[in-house]
């Protein structure tokens, strides 16, 4: 990329973005690393590959439900040191809902 001022392939400036996009996505798709765009040496937007993009919040998407899931099992903690009842079984059933498992 000719030109392009780039740290380990990452930083352009908006002046390079508006002279030079085709490149600066050609160069995006061929690293799969992202592209930091600059507005007076200050980082304003991030530009990446729509796969990376796809990446990220898959990854973003299973540590939110890890995340949920860990609440909920403190919650049922909870509940059950405050009514001193034991936690039921619960089971997910094909529509997605949690149901009390057979047996409790």
Not at 51 to 62: D, L, Y
């Amino acid at each position: 990329m000719n030109g392009l001022t780039f740290i380990n392939g990452a930083t352009v400036s908006a002046t390079d973005v508006r002279k030079s996009w085709s490149k600066i996505v050609q160069c995006v798709k061929d690293s799969h690393k992202p592209i930091f765009v600059c507005t007076n040496n200050k980082p304003e937007v991030v530009v990446l590959s729509f796969e990376e993009f796809q990446n990220m919040q898959e990854i973003v998407e299973v540590a939110r439900r890890e995340q949920l899931g860990q609440q909920m099992v403190c919650d049922l903690l909870d509940i059950a040191q405050l009514t001193s009842k034991p936690i039921k079984h619960m089971l997910l059933n094909k529509k997605g809902v949690f149901e009390e498992g057979e047996g409790q």
